[in-house]
Nanobody
Framework: QVQVVESGGGLVQPGGTLTLSCTYS????????VGWYRQRPGRERALVAQ???????TYADSVKGRFTVSRDNAKDTLYLQMNSLKFEDTAVYYC????????WGKGTLVTVSS
């Protein structure tokens, strides 16, 4: 059974940095479209950043210039580098892997608080 597992969440102060990781246990990660989504309290899940198999990236306007998505196909791993974190970045962050069908992780909580 394919698993998608996020890690790296936690408590961070405003202005701080955090890096999320997502590992994929299936095959063909290199040809997958991958992305990070988040669900803030009281809101629907929304796209944060995504990367195509060719490396093209898309970011939500709210994170442009602060977050960077990257992937290591040799390790079947997706990353999200988050800089200059704000209170409003507090959310559960989910990893998404699409190879024909979609696979989701269970999420990792990021809390930005002083």
């Amino acid at each position: 059974q394919v698993q998608v597992v996020e890690s790296g969440g936690g408590l961070v102060q405003p202005g701080g940095t955090l890096t999320l990781s997502c590992t994929y246990s299936g095959s063909d990660f290199a040809i997958a479209s991958v992305g990070w989504y988040r669900q803030r309290p009281g809101r629907e899940r929304a796209l944060v950043a995504q990367m195509s198999s060719s490396g093209r990236t898309t970011y939500a306007d709210s994170v442009k210039g602060r977050f960077t998505v990257s992937r290591d196909n040799a390790k079947d791993t997706l990353y999200l580098q988050m800089n200059s974190l704000k209170f409003e970045d507090t959310a559960v962050y989910y990893c998404n892997v699409r190879i024909g069908r979609e696979y989701w992780g269970k999420g990792t909580l990021v809390t930005v608080s002083s």
